[in-house]
């Protein structure tokens, strides 16, 4: 009856590709085979027991309660209205530029990425401003929707990251260490991106044209006191939250309950806090939040009946035995982290590998920081992937009607080409991870 670990394991897989929820797919597969473990003697029942005491585990997690004050954070941002004011006076600086709004998307998508990490939050506010002033000037469609939906990823990899909090607790690292770990990498990712701009204002200058003598006008009349007004106050809230955190002077639960507070205090204070705003970044933040409380509890019940029938020994020890040891390891985890990235979500990745990946790795004395910081980066491509790239959703939902699929498509390759050359370098570089 050994096979009934893996047997558990591909029925979750093809059950996910067929489009059923993951939350409820995970734990129906793992009644299923517990009961099937039972009936054949393979199974302890009693195991089951552990399942209530490990969900309220999960309820009371402390690093987990830090989840809805981050999102919350992002979304309260962005349906006030500050991201987009943001997003317009940094376009209105740099679009003089030869490539300069494309450099704006970029450099606001590093910062809503610390303001907000919230991936879906960025893609659609650069997707409805940015978006249509590319096209309007001149831009060329693929790298137009290729930057946008690409920086808005940016979200993920840099710290404060909902990802990188779920990551940590699934590592079991604190989640500290992993915003000084991957802080550096969101950075050299963005500058990837900046420099890939660079290069195609020198080789295809037509493809970034800057603004024409009467859009420099008007933006140049719109900068008045607009910069300081727009970009110090979200990046003082993002300086405090993270640099408190980083520094190890508050916790990352105490650090996104101030941001969460901050946030609000900016939204008043330009007279953009009211109820209808507030429904919607609370509506959000509790949607986030009890699809990821849902899918660890599907992952837990999954994980408890998979050890139950062995699984996690079978698991342990194809990987351990793997040509190349450690590095036979990270060559199956990044290609499998990759393929799966096409087709389900990055949540759903995390808590169905990683309670999987993370015993050999350790057995193996990977060092799990960065280990997790190279899955993250892994997972940042899941993002533009096709057929499910969710950041290719989010901005086909809102792109004009002359945008078409396919510009989506072709405009990403050369981005996640630069997510794959950053994930090499994290690979080959660890050194690129700040310690402490």
Not at 41 to 50: K, Q, R, V
Not at 79 to 99: C, E, H, V, W
Not at 236 to 253: E, H, N, R
Not at 383 to 391: I, K, R, Y
């Amino acid at each position: 009856m050994e096979w009934l670990g893996p047997l558990m394991f591909v029925c979750a897989l093809a059950l996910l590709f067929a489009g059923y929820p993951v939350a409820f797919t995970l734990a129906g597969v793992s009644l299923l085979f517990a009961f099937i473990g039972v009936e054949a003697g393979f199974f302890d029942w009693t195991l089951m027991l552990a399942l209530p005491e490990r969900t309220f585990g999960i309820l009371s997690n402390a690093v987990l309660l830090s989840v809805p004050s981050f999102v919350f954070m992002g979304t309260m941002l962005e349906k006030s209205g500050l991201a987009q004011d943001l997003l317009r006076t940094i376009g209105a600086l740099f679009g003089p530029r030869r490539g300069g709004l494309a450099f704006a998307v970029v450099f606001v998508g590093t910062l809503l990425a610390a303001a907000t990490g919230v991936v879906g939050a960025s893609v659609v506010a650069m997707g409805l401003i940015s978006l249509p002033a590319m096209l309007r000037y001149g831009y060329d469609k693929r790298l137009a929707t290729g930057v946008i939906a690409a920086s808005g990823t940016l979200g993920q990899i840099i710290p404060p990251s909902v990802v990188l909090v779920v990551l940590a607790d699934q590592v079991g690292v604190s989640v500290g260490s992993l915003f000084r770990a991957a802080l550096v990498p969101g950075l050299l990712l963005a500058g990837l991106y900046a420099v890939y701009i660079a290069v195609l204002t020198w080789m295809r200058p037509e493809w970034v044209p800057a603004l024409p003598p009467e859009a420099r006008t008007e933006q140049g009349a719109a900068l008045a006191g607009a910069v300081l007004r727009a970009l110090v106050p979200p990046l003082a809230l993002v300086f405090i939250v993270l640099g408190s955190i980083l520094f190890g002077w508050v916790t990352p639960t105490e650090g996104g309950a101030a941001g969460a507070v901050g946030a609000l205090g900016l939204a008043a204070a330009r007279g953009r806090l009211d109820g209808k705003r507030l429904f919607a970044a609370l509506d959000e933040t509790a949607r986030l939040t009890a699809m990821v409380v849902m899918l660890l509890v599907g992952s837990t019940a999954f994980t408890l009946v998979f050890r139950g029938l062995y699984g996690d020994l079978w698991v342990e020890d194809l990987l351990t035995n793997l040509p190349g040891g450690a590095v036979g390891l990270l060559v199956v985890t990044n290609l499998a982290v990759f393929i799966l990235g096409c087709f389900i979500d990055f949540f759903e990745i995390a808590f169905i590998l990683l309670p999987l990946l993370v015993p050999a790795a350790r057995l193996l004395g990977v060092d799990l920081t960065w280990f997790a910081i190279v899955i993250a980066m892994n997972l940042q491509t899941s993002f533009l992937t096709p057929p499910f790239g969710f950041s290719l959703f989010y901005l086909r939902g809102v792109a004009p009607p002359e945008v078409t699929t396919g510009d989506l498509y072709r405009g990403i390759v050369p981005f996640v080409a630069l997510q794959l050359l950053a994930l090499l370098l994290v690979i080959f570089f660890p050194g690129l991870l700040l310690q402490g």
